[in-house]
Protein backbone atom coordinates (compact mmCIF):
# COMPACT_ATOMS: atom_id res chain seq x y z
CA UNK A 1 0.00 0.00 0.00
CA UNK A 2 3.08 2.88 0.73
CA UNK A 3 4.49 2.12 -2.12
CA UNK A 4 1.20 2.42 -4.33
CA UNK A 5 0.89 5.69 -2.56
CA UNK A 6 4.32 7.00 -2.94
CA UNK A 7 4.77 5.81 -6.78
CA UNK A 8 2.01 8.27 -7.26
CA UNK A 9 -0.70 5.61 -8.30
CA UNK A 10 -2.59 5.99 -5.08
CA UNK A 11 -3.82 3.24 -3.31
CA UNK A 12 -7.06 0.97 -4.34
CA UNK A 13 -9.78 0.93 -1.54
CA UNK A 14 -12.21 -1.11 -1.47
CA UNK A 15 -15.45 -0.69 -3.03
CA UNK A 16 -17.48 0.68 -0.04
CA UNK A 17 -15.32 3.95 0.00
CA UNK A 18 -15.92 5.13 -3.64
CA UNK A 19 -18.57 7.17 -4.03
CA UNK A 20 -22.47 6.10 -5.38
CA UNK A 21 -23.09 5.53 -8.65
CA UNK A 22 -19.04 5.62 -9.29
CA UNK A 23 -17.17 2.85 -11.09
CA UNK A 24 -13.46 2.99 -9.43
CA UNK A 25 -12.69 0.38 -12.80
CA UNK A 26 -13.58 2.91 -15.07
CA UNK A 27 -10.90 4.90 -14.22
CA UNK A 28 -8.22 4.91 -16.40
CA UNK A 29 -5.12 3.63 -14.31
CA UNK A 30 -2.52 5.99 -16.48
CA UNK A 31 -4.86 8.96 -15.73
CA UNK A 32 -2.60 12.29 -15.12
CA UNK A 33 -3.49 14.31 -11.32
CA UNK A 34 -5.25 16.73 -13.66
CA UNK A 35 -6.04 16.10 -17.09
CA UNK A 36 -8.26 18.00 -20.01
CA UNK A 37 -11.61 17.17 -19.84
CA UNK A 38 -13.29 19.28 -22.14
CA UNK A 39 -12.45 21.45 -24.99
CA UNK A 40 -9.44 23.39 -26.44
CA UNK A 41 -5.70 22.55 -24.94
CA UNK A 42 -4.53 23.07 -21.58
CA UNK A 43 -0.86 23.24 -19.86
CA UNK A 44 -0.96 21.74 -16.48
CA UNK A 45 1.69 22.04 -13.86
CA UNK A 46 0.92 19.98 -10.45
CA UNK A 47 2.67 22.47 -7.69
CA UNK A 48 1.82 20.14 -4.71
CA UNK A 49 -0.12 16.88 -4.31
CA UNK A 50 -0.04 15.94 -0.90
CA UNK A 51 -3.01 13.65 1.43
CA UNK A 52 -5.05 16.82 2.13
CA UNK A 53 -3.63 19.20 -0.06
CA UNK A 54 -3.58 19.46 -3.97
CA UNK A 55 -2.27 22.80 -5.59
CA UNK A 56 -1.69 23.02 -9.59
CA UNK A 57 -1.60 25.97 -12.46
CA UNK A 58 -3.64 25.26 -15.81
CA UNK A 59 -3.09 27.71 -18.75
CA UNK A 60 -6.44 26.68 -21.09
CA UNK A 61 -7.41 27.72 -24.59
CA UNK A 62 -10.51 28.44 -23.73
CA UNK A 63 -13.25 28.21 -20.85
CA UNK A 64 -13.13 23.80 -20.26
CA UNK A 65 -13.07 22.16 -17.93
CA UNK A 66 -10.02 19.54 -16.10
CA UNK A 67 -10.86 16.08 -14.73
CA UNK A 68 -8.81 15.91 -11.37
CA UNK A 69 -7.70 12.06 -10.44
CA UNK A 70 -9.36 12.64 -7.03
CA UNK A 71 -13.16 11.44 -5.98
CA UNK A 72 -15.53 13.98 -5.26
CA UNK A 73 -16.47 13.90 -1.98
CA UNK A 74 -18.29 16.65 -0.28
CA UNK A 75 -15.34 17.28 2.65
CA UNK A 76 -12.97 18.67 -0.95
CA UNK A 77 -13.23 22.47 -0.91
CA UNK A 78 -12.13 23.62 -4.32
CA UNK A 79 -10.81 27.39 -4.67
CA UNK A 80 -10.21 28.11 -8.75
CA UNK A 81 -8.22 31.60 -8.44
CA UNK A 82 -8.96 32.49 -5.03
CA UNK A 83 -12.87 31.57 -5.35
CA UNK A 84 -14.47 28.57 -4.30
CA UNK A 85 -16.47 26.94 -6.79
CA UNK A 86 -18.75 23.68 -6.32
CA UNK A 87 -16.95 20.52 -8.39
CA UNK A 88 -18.77 18.61 -10.43
CA UNK A 89 -18.71 14.86 -10.77
CA UNK A 90 -17.46 12.98 -13.57
CA UNK A 91 -20.71 10.48 -13.69
CA UNK A 92 -18.93 7.22 -14.59
CA UNK A 93 -15.65 7.49 -12.79
CA UNK A 94 -16.66 9.96 -9.91
CA UNK A 95 -13.69 12.03 -10.33
CA UNK A 96 -14.03 15.23 -9.83
CA UNK A 97 -14.46 17.69 -12.55
CA UNK A 98 -13.36 21.40 -12.13
CA UNK A 99 -14.36 24.06 -14.55
CA UNK A 100 -12.06 27.28 -15.76
CA UNK A 101 -12.48 30.11 -17.64
CA UNK A 102 -9.59 31.26 -20.69
CA UNK A 103 -6.00 31.38 -18.77
CA UNK A 104 -4.12 31.46 -16.14
CA UNK A 105 -5.99 29.27 -13.60
CA UNK A 106 -4.62 28.39 -10.20
CA UNK A 107 -6.66 25.38 -8.40
CA UNK A 108 -6.25 24.83 -5.00
CA UNK A 109 -7.72 21.78 -3.53
CA UNK A 110 -8.05 21.43 0.29
CA UNK A 111 -9.64 18.41 2.63
CA UNK A 112 -11.97 20.22 5.00
CA UNK A 113 -13.58 19.41 8.32
CA UNK A 114 -17.67 18.49 7.30
CA UNK A 115 -20.34 18.68 9.95
CA UNK A 116 -20.55 14.81 10.76
CA UNK A 117 -16.62 14.75 11.18
CA UNK A 118 -16.95 17.37 13.90
CA UNK A 119 -19.80 15.95 15.47
CA UNK A 120 -18.64 12.39 15.35
CA UNK A 121 -15.31 13.93 17.22
CA UNK A 122 -17.76 15.81 19.35
CA UNK A 123 -19.60 12.22 20.56
CA UNK A 124 -15.72 10.67 20.60
CA UNK A 125 -14.66 13.12 23.26
CA UNK A 126 -17.47 13.00 25.46
CA UNK A 127 -17.40 9.27 25.39
CA UNK A 128 -13.76 9.17 26.01
CA UNK A 129 -14.30 11.58 29.13
CA UNK A 130 -17.40 9.65 30.44
CA UNK A 131 -15.67 6.38 30.28
CA UNK A 132 -12.48 7.67 32.21
CA UNK A 133 -14.57 9.55 34.36
CA UNK A 134 -16.86 6.25 35.69
CA UNK A 135 -13.28 4.09 35.55
CA UNK A 136 -11.90 7.14 38.31
CA UNK A 137 -15.01 6.96 40.37
CA UNK A 138 -15.17 3.18 40.16
CA UNK A 139 -10.94 3.47 41.38
CA UNK A 140 -12.03 5.76 43.77
CA UNK A 141 -14.51 3.50 45.50
CA UNK A 142 -12.43 0.13 45.77
CA UNK A 143 -9.59 2.32 47.26
CA UNK A 144 -12.04 3.10 49.82
Known amino acids: MEAAIQ???????SDEYVPINADAY?????????????PGRAQIHVLEWG?????FTARVSEPTTLAVRLFNYPAWRVEVNGRTISAETHETTG??????????????????????????????????????????RKRHTQVH
Open 7 to 13: SGDGYEG
Open 95 to 136: VMVVTMGTGENEVQISFSRTSDRITGELISGLALLLVTAIML
Open 26 to 38: EIDPAMRKATLDG
Open 51 to 55: AQNKK
